[in-house]
């Protein structure tokens, strides 16, 4: 359950796995930016050429939903572990980034439309 579990507890558990596996050697940051770019391409095939309808339907087919979910785990193990081998706090980088967003993004202007910062 996401409740009750933090970012860091999380880091640990992926951190344990691949040193138990002795994968420090593979998990560079250019092997882990490839492996979020690979596993969210896999996500996306999941969805690619389906309308909003089709994809919920999609996910509310048990083996289909397993199947999304798996590709977002691994999107999260490789965003896990690169913050992990690499230092970077994901509370206060997402904190950070909503804070720059937000002046980008004004509710006034933003709220209810789907325009880059630029064209709104």
């Known amino acids: 359950m996401d409740e009750g579990i933090t970012i860091a507890d999380l880091k640990k558990r992926v951190q344990k796995f691949c040193e138990d596996r002795d994968w420090d050697q593979f998990h560079g940051a250019k092997d882990l930016a490839i492996g979020v770019v690979t596993e969210a391409s896999e996500l996306l095939e999941h969805f690619r050429f389906l309308s909003d309808d089709q994809a919920r339907r999609l996910l509310s087919t048990p083996i289909k939903r397993k199947e999304v979910e798996e590709e977002l785990a691994d999107i999260l193990f490789f965003v896990l572990r690169f913050a ?17 967003n937000a002046g980008k993004y004004p509710i006034k202007k933003a709220r209810g439309r789907n325009l880059k910062y630029t064209d709104l």
């Open 84 to 100: 992990q081998r690499f230092g970077i706090d994901l509370d206060q980088s997402l904190h950070r980034k909503l804070k720059k």
